[in-house]
């Protein structure tokens, strides 16, 4: 099975295991070891999840504004999450590859793989939520064949995205490619960078 089968198989387990509740509280029962790939992959695609439906949440117009800063700061630390997560996905990838040496016309990707596998986790509810779309009998005709195109799409996306992954860590295996991990460094959750919080020092 290639990587990114099992990745989406994972993805569509954690989506699934969500909308048992469909509830953004509900407690994460990540069935995965600890120390596994599969077990960044579950929590990925479920921090995703939930962060899925704090967006749907936040944009209700009619939202309490103490309630909508407080889902605000709850999106901000599940991007948090997120963005080390992604970190954690990539040191598996180089300790997997550490005995791979680069031929000397290794060449970089513009992504890492996780930052990859990042966005086919987001595809996976991009395509789990049109399908629920295509389904509504409480929506026009056309309203349902415009999410059924857009499904198509998706669907050939996540087709186009998982082939291109596995490229690119048969790429990396086999020293065509080489990878380097940049740490992201968000300014605005620093209270040493951001002048907001540095300057009510």
Known sequence: MSF????NEIFNQAI???????????????PYDRD??????????????????????????????EEGMSLKHRIDRSNQDRTDLVEQID??????????TPLPEATINTESPAWAVDRLSILAL??????????RTDASAEHVEKCKSKLNILLEQQKDLSLAID???????????????????????????????????
């Open 16 to 30: 699934r295991d969500y909308h048992i509740t469909d509830n953004v509280d509900t407690p994460i029962s990540n």
């Open 36 to 65: 596994s790939i599969e077990n960044r992959l579950y929590l990925k695609c479920w921090i995703d999840t939930v962060q899925w439906h704090f967006e749907d949440l936040i944009r209700d117009p009619h939202i309490n504004p």
């Open 126 to 135: 991009k395509i789990y939520h049109m399908k629920e779309q295509t389904e």
């Open 91 to 100: 040191s598996y990838f180089r300790q997997l590859y550490s005995d791979v």
């Open 167 to 201: 490229q690119l860590l048969d790429d990396i295996q086999h020293g065509r490619k080489y990878m380097k991990v940049y740490r992201q460094m968000k300014m605005y959750n620093d209270p040493a960078t951001n002048p907001i919080l540095y300057n009510k020092k």
């Open 4 to 7: 990114t089968k099992h990745c």
